[in-house]
């Protein structure tokens, strides 16, 4: 099954809904924002228990997407998965192997698997699945290194040998993170992960534990996903103990819910980061100059504390943690002065006074439009002080505030815009970053194909060192030419009642864990 | 006794106990009072500071946006200027989440919105800082509007208006906790929970609990609204009729709460502090406890040493009522015995020495009785014996000289044989007193034996000159009884009312029956009984008479007694004595009771 859409219930067709229709429609933006890593956990085998259902609360605009997300997050199982360091984690798959020119990977499966309809995980229903994926334009416009798979090739029941076009098959395994599903009729498909979803209900989805699951059954008997119209009604949900878990608490709202003494607040890194994105292709940004000037010219640790409250990190716009980068982190200081010379540099000077009284509004020696997105709630703070930063060194950073998620992403795939203040994904997973910042593919149009070259050899690495020889020169390409102001990297958090306990997992979605969480005995309700 | 020692309680409880309860009511009313009053006095302080801080905070704001306004009002800015004034003020001052100015006719002029502010000038003009209801974000934090109005040279010029984060406002709320589970609320104009310091009731904000009908939220209301409509400054609404503003309420989960409240100013918010009771009073009720156990021992404490110094108190008196009582009823050995050295065991001494006086006192009388009566019984013989006995010695003398004479011989016989019939009613009287006769009872006609006795007493009466009359009771009633011990009763009874009576005067015999009761009287128109002789007139040698050994009426009332009747005396000297005698009556049986009655 292709990540985004939704398992069938208990056998059953479920139409993919109309927020995974639209997604398709703009690929490319709502691809960064929820491309966050959906590869399920691992773990040891939980203790029986009696009848225990947990209810999890989704709010806010995107909770449609959310909901969805949840759904196979809880309901599926991938081939592998990226670990918080990048590295591969079974999952699945028990084995895999790259032949050592790169064109070929040779995964082989677990022989424990059963799908929720008690059949068998084969090799055929992989190659059936990532048959579909590298067919969908969908799945290979988010991983493009699918469409380096030549075929497929069953080699027994439980392992199948995937053929390439190019050596690309080191960066080809992150990109085999596919939700696994048995297809059976027509549209059907049948996952094989820890719960079992159950027919829509009209107010809340529910979730019954699968008994078979191969590593073990689950504590929790039953899964609720309600869903709330405000963070606010989830909340209250919460305090009154009609939800064990919101899955998303707000910036905002974070001090006082960690203030309630009876629920545990889990922060993990967002895998997205926001970001300044130039369009290169249209002056002044086509020079690296100004770029680099703008990205000395704003104070990341100023947004983190005013748009974030803090809570999260300044970032280059990678995941860093990654082994390829070894630790590095090339991020841009606070040096107005540099930046004003460096514009300066590039011709762009400020006006003298004559100069400035002939401009309408402010006096500038650039002005610009960021397209902003005002369905995420920092953008608009992040904007603020973006200007006044900005200002701060004569330019004049103007914004069109618009939909994110319709406007700003239809936007971006045309040439008609200078720069974007968006969500970008961090890429964990590195055969996400081909599609992000190689110019030849569509998730946006930025012009940037600076990098082209350095992702091209870090697509065909075959060793480990290949990869971070590419990765490193890849890392400094994107600090030495800005394609944009690497902003943020914000926290999420989540909240759990605590009647549950939550395997201490740092690094790690606690949702990839789940399956695994108890009930304290000995926590009484409130 | 008991009384001595209800009294002694009585004494203890007016003396100890009674004050000891008394100053314990009276300290635990004050101490309950008086921590009580504390108690609500700290949190009404706590609610009365909260409320000042609200007002601050609160003015805090307005005055920045007036120094904003200022900045736009005084200089000739353009509109992107302005807009820049308003970004950088929101950035500066997280508090503002939003400022949007207004011209007159309420056109949007600036905001430092990226997009179309969400803000609106107000509905109607305004000439005074407005602040608008709480509202409560989907990031699950407060807000309201604050509308600015603007004037340039005295006329009205637009509005500053700015929304407001109130996150400070719930820091601030949540900072105030009085004890371990007080804490305090804030309740904006319109009963809208907007602030609530207990994380388990701060579901309750965001489903935008409406407290209008708390009872505090209440009495605010009602003191706002009195205030406007007296005209009256409510810039300090927390000075006066503070009593209003405290109550204890029983909550949903069936907790006493202790409620104090203080009015914010501006906007019109209302503070309200609560605490469980168990927790606010609790200090006092444990010292309440404590004053009550202590109360408790003291007062048993009391009771105890009351008891036991009251038991050594009473115990003297105890034994000496004791001994009294014994003393009284004739047990003279009988001795108290009170240990110690006080008064009370001198008492005892005296008492015990009282008690050897009487005794000793007690055994001369009975020696002096025994002497007299012996005395008498001697005078008595010596006088009912000497006489026959003279009699008899005179009639020997004088029939040796007359013996011839046959007249004579024939008095002598008769003589000789009344002096031995006196002798031998003497011995006999003498001998009953000793050892009484053995009765034989059986259905008597008593008409019939008072008649017989009667009959056989006439001749004596004759000679001593007076008048027997028998009156009978119609019919025969029986009694029984013994008829030759009642011939001698009757016979005592007549004999005494013979020598009693002069001649000339009347002895009546008279039977009646009333209630089944048979009564006997002797009648008697003698010199009569004097009033202090008659209460042991029935005791052996006890006589009125000169001579005699007194033991006819003795002997009567013995038989009387075997019996089962009564006798009794009635007397008025000079008039004469009546002796009655009572039986039950019995019904007759004629086959037994004529035969015995022929026989008698």
Redesign the interface.
């Known amino acids: 099954m292709i990540q985004g859409e939704t398992p069938k219930a208990g056998g059953r067709a479920v139409r993919s809904s109309p927020a995974c229709r639209w997604r398709r429609g703009t690929v490319a933006v709502a691809t960064l924002v929820v491309a966050l890593g959906t590869a399920c956990g691992a773990g040891e085998s939980p203790q029986q228990s009696s009848e225990v259902v947990l209810s999890i609360g989704l ?2 605009a995107g909770r449609g997407d959310g909901l969805n997300q949840l759904v196979l997050q809880l309901t599926s199982d991938s081939l592998i998965r990226s670990g918080p360091d990048g590295r591969i984690e079974e999952m699945l798959a028990s084995d895999w192997s790259v032949d050592p020119d790169g064109t070929a990977v040779t995964v082989t499966l677990r022989q424990d698997v059963t799908f929720h309809d008690g059949s068998p995980l084969t090799a055929h229903d992989v190659k059936t699945t990532l048959d579909q994926a590298r067919q969908s334009a969908y799945r290979v416009g988010r991983d493009p290194l699918l469409s380096d798979i030549e075929s497929i090739k069953i080699m027994g029941l439980d392992q199948v040998r995937i053929a390439l076009s190019r050596p690309s098959g080191q960066m080809l395994l992150p990109a085999l993170g596919i939700y696994i599903v048995k297809q059976r009729g027509e549209g059907e498909s049948i996952p094989s992960g820890p719960f079992i979803l159950e027919p829509d209900t009209v107010e809340e989805t529910t979730l019954r534990v699968n008994p078979n699951y191969y590593q073990g059954r689950s504590d929790i008997d039953t899964v609720r996903i309600k869903t709330f119209s ?4 989830a ?6 103990s009609e939800i064990d878990f919101l899955y998303d608490v ?4 974070r ?3 960690e ?4 629920v545990r607040v889990f922060s993990l890194d967002t895998p997205y980061a926001y970001a300044l994105l130039f369009n290169t292709s249209r002056p002044p940004f086509d020079d690296p100059r100004v770029r680099v000037a703008l990205s000395y010219a704003v104070d990341r640790h100023a947004v983190l504390d ?1 748009a974030f409250r803090g809570h999260g990190s300044i970032t280059s716009g990678l995941w860093t943690s990654h082994w390829v980068y070894g630790g590095k982190e090339l991020i841009y200081g606070y040096d107005p002065q540099r930046a004003d010379r460096l514009l300066s540099e590039a011709g762009l000077y400020l006006p003298t006074e004559t100069q400035a009284a002939g401009i309408e ?2 006096p500038n020696r650039l002005r610009f439009e960021t397209l ?1 997105g ?1 369905d995420l ?1 920092p ?3 992040i ?3 973006m ?2 930063q900005l ?1 701060q060194i004569g330019v004049d950073m103007e ?1 069109d ?2 939909p994110l998620f319709v406007d700003v992403a239809a936007q971006l795939l045309g040439d008609d815009w200078d720069a974007a203040l968006v969500p970008l994904n961090m890429a964990r997973n590195l055969s996400r970053l081909y599609a992000f910042w190689h110019s030849s593919q569509p998730l946006f149009d930025a012009g940037f194909n600076q990098a082209d070259a350095a992702l091209d050899r870090l697509r065909s690495s075959v060793t480990e060192e290949d990869v971070v020889s590419s990765a490193g020169a890849f890392q400094q390409i994107m600090f030495d030419q800005a394609p944009g102001i690497f902003l943020n990297r914000p926290e999420q958090a989540r909240a759990v009642s605590r009647r549950f306990i939550v395997p201490d997992t740092p690094e790690r979605d606690i949702i990839e864990t789940l399956w695994q969480w108890q009930v304290d005995e000995g926590w009484s309700t ?1 | 006794m008991r009384s001595i020692t209800t009294r002694f309680v009585m004494l203890v409880a007016t003396a100890a106990v009674a004050p000891l309860v008394l100053y314990g009511a009276v300290s635990v009313y004050s101490l309950r009072a008086g921590t009580r009053q504390s108690v609500i006095d700290g949190n009404r302080n706590v609610a009365a500071r909260a409320a000042e801080q609200i007002d601050q905070y609160m003015a805090h704001h307005v005055s920045v946006l007036q120094s904003i306004a200022a900045i736009l009002r005084n200089t000739e800015l353009q509109q992107w200027q302005q807009k820049v004034i308003l970004t950088n003020h929101v950035l500066a001052y997280e508090v503002f989440r939003e400022l949007t100015l207004f011209g007159p006719n309420g056109v949007l002029i600036a905001t430092s919105r990226l997009g179309q502010p969400t803000l609106q000038p107000p509905r109607v003009p305004i000439r005074e800082p407005d602040i608008a209801p709480t509202t409560v974000d989907d990031a699950i934090l407060p807000t309201t509007a604050v509308t600015l109005p603007l004037t340039r040279r005295g006329e009205e010029n637009g509005w500053l208006v700015g929304e407001v984060s109130l996150e400070e406002l719930w820091r601030m709320v949540n900072r105030i906790q009085v004890g371990q589970e007080g804490f305090a609320m804030v309740v904006a104009d319109g009963g809208q929970l907007i602030a609530h310091g207990d994380p388990d009731q701060k579901h309750r904000i965001a489903t935008a609990e409406n407290l209008a009908d708390h009872d505090l939220v209440a009495a605010v209301a009602a003191r706002r609204a009195r205030e406007r409509s007296d005209g009256t400054d409510t810039a300090s609404p927390n000075n006066d009729d503070d009593d209003e503003l405290f109550t204890e309420y029983e909550d949903d989960t069936g907790r006493m709460l202790l409620s104090v409240a203080a009015a914010v100013t501006s906007p019109e918010w209302t503070v309200i502090v609560e605490q469980p009771t168990s927790e606010a009073f609790g200090l006092s009720d444990q010292l309440e406890l404590q004053l009550g156990v202590v109360i408790t021992i003291a007062l048993l404490l009391t009771v105890a040493l009351g008891y036991y110094w009251g038991r050594s108190f009473i115990r003297p008196i105890v034994e000496l009522t004791r001994g009294t009582e014994a003393i009284a009823s004739g047990r003279l050995e009988e001795r108290v015995d009170i240990a110690g050295t006080d008064e009370f065991h001198q008492l005892g001494e005296s008492f015990n020495s009282m008690a050897v006086k009487l005794n000793e006192l007690q055994e001369d009388v009975r020696r002096q009785e025994r002497h007299a009566m012996f005395g008498r019984i001697e005078a008595g013989l010596v006088h009912d014996l000497s006489h026959p006995i003279q009699n008899i010695g005179n009639s020997c003398r004088l029939i040796v000289k007359l013996f011839d004479d046959h007249e004579y011989r024939a008095t002598f016989r008769r003589t000789v044989d009344r002096e031995f019939a006196s002798i031998k009613r003497v011995l006999e009287d003498l001998r009953n007193l000793a050892r009484p006769m053995p009765l034989e009872r059986f259905p008597v006609d008593v008409n019939r034996s008072v008649a017989e006795v009667a009959e056989s007493m006439q001749a004596l009466a004759d000679s001593a000159g007076v008048d027997l009359d028998v009156r009978l009771t119609p019919g025969q009633p029986f009694i029984e009884g013994d008829v030759f011990a009642l011939g001698r009763v009757y016979r005592n009874l007549i004999l005494n009312a013979i020598e009693a009576t002069a001649p000339g005067g009347v002895i009546t015999l008279s039977t009646d029956e009333h209630d089944a009761r048979i009564r006997v009287a002797v009648e008697d128109t003698g010199a009569g009984i004097p009033h202090d002789r008659l209460e042991n007139i029935f005791e052996d040698f006890k006589t009125t008479k000169r001579r005699g050994l007194g033991l006819g009426l003795a002997i009567s009332r013995k038989i009387v007694d075997q019996l089962g009747g009564d006798i009794s005396v009635a007397s008025t000297v000079g008039r004469g004595t009546t002796f009655t005698l009572e039986f039950a009556r019995v019904e007759a049986r004629p086959e037994v009771s004529a035969p015995t009655a022929a026989a008698s």
């Open positions: 709010a806010g405000s963070v606010r009604n909340w209250a949900a919460m305090m009154r707000p910036i905002g709202a001090q006082f819910v203030a309630d003494p009876s005013r509004g402010f902003v005002l709630a953008m608009e703070p904007a603020l002080i200007q006044q200002r914004t505030a618009k409130k």
